[in-house]
């Protein structure tokens, strides 16, 4: 069975670990595991942000339709022309620039934070492998901060899996396209055709919708998987030999791999076994409340 090129640099790290001593080696291991923990975090914040700027993205549209509809519009105009109604005709979708300003700059401060916390936390085993007994000392003291970062990831999962993405500005144009057809006064047989056209277009886009919520909770829960790997080998570190710890960390990372399956019910599944591995840790859990509460601000932002 063909092993994923990523553990296969741990394995790498162990070769190299039996020329440079147990300690160092130690926490060489770590700090690669710690370094694929940040770039699976910062993915995933990634997909949130993508995942945000999808719902409130403007419906698709070709341009000969978006050209049909400037040209209706302007006939339908009952006044002359000026700024403010050519600028709601030709982007009739569009958020005011205020508006917009106001939601980019919330939300690029949230994201902000968010990527800084996953880079800090690396950040800190950036030299502890240089040291020994002061090292591990170190790595005893981020315990707690991957704790955090890792149930940060989890239930982030988790609210987008109960309150997945909408593409809310889509589902309006086309609810309101449907309301027309249901009026128009067209012949009966075009109006039947049409609506049954518009239930193409439905379909299509509640298919956008899963794709979007599967593809950010994926990359969620990936993170939280080689968190969780983080965490338990900073946990055990003391007593793991670097033979161990390199096959707990390849365990980890091949399990998160495995997270890739386009299953909703499956990474639903792996959500609830992190979670409940949070839960059921009596260390881990006491964080869960505040981690919570700042999980409520995705579902406050616009």
Known sequence: MKIPSRPLLILGVLALGLSLGGCMAKARTLHVAVGDFRNE????????????????????????????????????????????????????DRISDDEQAILEERWGEFLGDLRLQYVTFASIFDNVERASFTGRDEIAQAQP????LTAQLAYFAEAIAKA???LLQHRGALIAQLNTLRTSDMPESDRRKQIALWRDSWMAMEAAENDLRDRTIRQCVKAAIVGKTVRDQIVAYGDLTLADLV???NLGLQLAQSASGNDFAGL??????????????PVWSSSVSQVLGQIQTLGTQP
């Open 41 to 92: 975090s910062v993915a995933a914040v990634d997909a949130i942000d993508a995942m945000w700027r999808a719902e409130i993205a403007p419906p698709p549209t070709t341009p000969a339709a978006a050209t049909d509809a400037f040209v209706e519009d302007v006939l339908a105009l009952n006044t002359d022309a000026d700024d403010e109604n050519l600028a709601t005709i030709l982007y009739p």
């Open 145 to 148: 901060y991957v704790e955090k």
């Open 164 to 166: 997945p993405p909408r």
């Open 247 to 249: 096959e707990a960390i």
């Open 268 to 281: 639903r599944g792996r959500v609830d076994e992190i979670t409940q591995a949070i839960q059921a840790d």
